[in-house]
């Protein structure tokens, strides 16, 4: 099977990615279902690149329903390392103004309808998610993004919404004593999953809005946000050009080594099926 170290996963309003070259469209058969949509694979900046539009092509996934543990698992096996998500978020700080980028080190988890996990049966691994990004990706990123000249900002918390409705004023105003920066609807489950399979996860938020705490703006409206996303689009296109030449070749974030010690169930437990599905994640420590 083809292979790339780096997947992109683009978001709302990035569901091509520009430049690539030797293109080659891929359908992988996956033990969780189909993916989004077809895997891109293509030559960037010398670079074999995985990209997968999230929602699929014309938008057609709710953030509830995306299938992630496709997506990761389909990403995994063509031996991608590293994850560079692209995300449309809304503002919970004055600073961080519509058009901005923001690379967020920290998540708070608000979905209930999602599956967050490799191992909900059978088998039981509890991986570490103090730091839910991984900091090499998301430090390069920001730098990256700055030496575009957009308006870029390192660090900051981003709320995962379950939706589709977007916040009321009273949970955005709540968001907001929480210590929250960004809120968005989908880096959840996907850190989680990437992180399960040992891939390096940053995300680059576009900022389209302000929530709807800033009283002194219109109410968010789709409208808006798609306004907004196709003018971050290009930017997003030339960071993510910019990025993948930069990206270094070996890792020592501790992301590829996330279950070494995570798998508590023991080895004579674990179901020869489960030991088949999943060998492209856990093979290295489970045969």
């Known amino acids: 099977m083809a292979q790339a170290r780096i997947g992109i996963i683009g978001g709302s309003g990035l569901y091509k990615m520009e430049g690539l070259t030797g293109i080659q469209e891929i359908k992988i058969d996956t033990p969780f279902g189909k993916s989004s ?131 009321t004023r009273a949970e955005s105003n709540m968001y907001r004593q929480w210590g929250a920066d960004i809120i968005g609807m989908t880096a959840l489950p996907e850190a989680k999953l990437a992180r399960e399979a040992e891939i390096c996860y940053s995300t680059l938020a576009c900022v389209t809005d302000y929530d709807c705490w800033r009283e002194a703006t219109e109410v968010v409206t789709v409208e808006m946000v798609v306004a907004n996303l196709l003018k971050n689009g290009s930017v997003s296109q030339r960071v993510l050009k910019d990025l993948i030449p930069k990206i270094p070749r070996g890792r020592n974030c501790g992301c590829g080594e996330a279950l070494k010690d995570a798998i508590i169930t023991t080895r004579e437990q674990i179901p020869d099926d489960f030991k088949k599905n999943m060998a492209p994640i856990i093979g290295k420590y489970v045969r």
């Not at 600073?95 to 599956?115: A, S």
């Not at 998301?138 to 308006?151: M, Q």
Request: hydrophobic residues 40%; charged residues 20%; contains cysteine.
């Open 37 to 167: 949509d077809s895997i891109t694979l293509g030559t960037l900046e010398g670079e074999r690149v995985a990209f997968l539009p999230r929602h699929g092509r014309g938008h057609r996934i709710m953030p509830t329903n995306l299938p992630v543990k496709a997506n990761i698992y389909a990403l995994k096996t063509l031996g991608v390392e590293r994850i560079i998500s692209v995300s449309a978020v809304g503002s919970l700080r004055e600073e961080l103004r519509p058009l901005d980028l923001v690379v967020p080190h920290q998540l708070i988890d608000r979905t209930y309808h999602r599956d967050s996990t490799f191992f909900d049966k059978d088998v039981v691994a509890h991986i570490a998610f103090s730091d839910p990004f991984c900091p090499t990706m998301s430090e390069l990123l920001y730098k990256t993004a700055s030496a575009t000249g957009a308006r870029a900002h390192a660090g900051g918390t981003m709320v995962v919404m379950e939706g589709p409705a977007f916040s």
